[in-house]
């Protein structure tokens, strides 16, 4: 009872401590240009994707909701996430943040796959220029709640990935 009263009060404490960028809603495309994946702990397993987002900037954490096609190992899939993110220090500059994604699949598309649920959480920062327009930089660590089964048997994907991003914020 002590630990949740103890991680109740830090998740508390650090959803209180997030700062607001001053906008209310962003959009934003991205690209993974860094990835560090494993397929059944098999490394350096390829990954490469796109993405699409829409925030919600709210006064203490944000919201986000967004899509990525991705190719895992040479197969294609789709995937939906909806997050949070912490605005650790907001400045006409740079603001960082922490993030954290719930992740959800249907499954891989050219194969008899499972569909997928994970997570995942990581660091980045909005780079500001021109205006309301940035640059989001983020690194995440990715896995899965429980493996799908892909082409009859079980898999597990995950991994550090990192992404650039061009957007616009409002």
């Known amino acids: 009872m002590l630990v949740r009263s103890l991680t109740a009060a830090g998740l508390a404490a650090l959803l209180s401590a997030c700062s607001s960028t001053g906008k209310t ?40 909701l967004g899509y990525e096609q991705r190719e895992i190992g040479g197969e294609d899939v789709d995937e939906l996430f909806l997050g949070g993110r912490c605005f650790v220090i907001d400045s006409p500059i740079v603001s960082p943040y922490l993030s954290a ?8 598309e ?27 930089l983020n690194v995440h660590y990715e896995d899965l709640f429980s493996d799908p089964d892909v082409g009859g048997s079980e898999t597990g994907f995950d991994g550090i990935t990192g992404a650039i991003g061009l957007g616009l914020a409002f």
């Open 25 to 64: 809603l962003a959009v934003s495309a991205h690209a993974i240009v860094v990835d560090d994946y494993s397929v059944d702990g098999a490394q350096d397993e390829e990954l490469q994707g796109y993405g699409v987002e829409g925030h919600l900037l709210l006064l203490g954490p944000d919201l986000s």
């Open 110 to 136: 050219d194969s008899d796959s499972d569909s997928y649920s994970g997570w995942a959480a990581g660091v980045g920062a909005f780079v500001w220029f021109l205006g309301p327009t940035y640059i989001d």
């Open 101 to 108: 994604r719930l992740r959800y699949s249907d499954g891989f």
